[in-house]
């Protein structure tokens, strides 16, 4: 079946300009989470969906992140007047449940480069 | 940082070797999960073992977990080149199961 998706695959873009990624996890997966990844701050979680609800956005690293999830399956994750420090790779992951053995499956992420 | 550890940072092998990787945390944990990526993109994940459990295998993997020490380690035998990558750990835990992630061991195998 068909894996986790996210597009775009590359994103360049302008200091100050806002930016949406997207991503399309595994049909029926009730989980969603995004992580971004960057060479000084290596893999981090940034929020958590279950269903269309975010119980989990501990990890945004700013208000000028936001995301949402419709329908339990396409989430956005949305950056406004970008910096160049969100440059990196944004992952999203999906599982079909949340329990402790549940495996969280990767798409093979966005990289935003801010200029 | 919450970040947990991971050695060692670099493994440069021959074939037919096996590597070994360890991963320390720092928190109670659900699971830990251990995960392969190649330039720098998607992860792909290689086996999750659970915190009641203490070893598993899959193929040519082998993953202990010592929660009484917070580590764990990985251990690919006879490693090929197609091995070639990054490795972290990472350990999903609380209600959400987020992931945490180690720093990652770059594996290269020579062949």
């Known amino acids: 079946g068909a894996g986790v998706s996210q597009s775009p695959s590359n994103k360049v873009t302008e200091k100050g300009k806002d930016v949406e990624l997207r991503c399309d996890p595994i049909s029926g997966h009730t989980a969603l989470y995004w992580y971004r990844q960057s060479l000084g701050q290596g893999l981090e979680f940034l929020i958590y969906?279950?269903?269309?609800?975010?119980?989990?956005k501990s990890g945004l690293p700013s208000d000028r992140f936001s995301a949402e999830r419709t329908g339990g399956s396409v989430s956005t994750l949305t950056i406004q007047r970008t910096q160049q420090e969100d440059s990196a790779v944004y992952l999203c992951?999906?599982?079909?449940?949340?329990?402790?053995?549940?495996?969280?499956?990767f798409g093979p992420g966005t990289r935003l480069l801010v200029l | 940082s919450q970040q947990g550890e991971e050695d060692p940072q670099a493994l440069s092998i021959q074939e037919g070797e096996n590597a070994t990787m360890n991963c320390s945390y720092k928190t109670s944990i659900n699971n830990l999960q251990w995960y392969r990526q190649n330039s720098g993109r998607g992860l792909v994940h290689l086996i999750l073992i659970r915190s009641n459990e203490r070893e598993k295998h899959s193929g040519r993997l082998r993953v202990t977990l010592d929660t009484s020490k917070k580590s764990s380690s990985l251990l690919i035998t006879a490693s090929r080149a197609a091995d070639t990558a990054s490795y972290f750990c990472?350990?999903?835990?609380?209600?959400?199961?987020?992931?945490?992630f180690g720093t990652g061991t770059l594996l290269a195998v020579q062949p």
């Open positions: 992951a999906s599982s079909l449940y949340v329990t402790e053995k549940e495996t969280q499956y």
């Open positions: 969906f279950q269903g269309n609800s975010a119980p989990d």
């Open positions: 990472a350990t999903g835990g609380g209600a959400t199961n987020k992931l945490i």
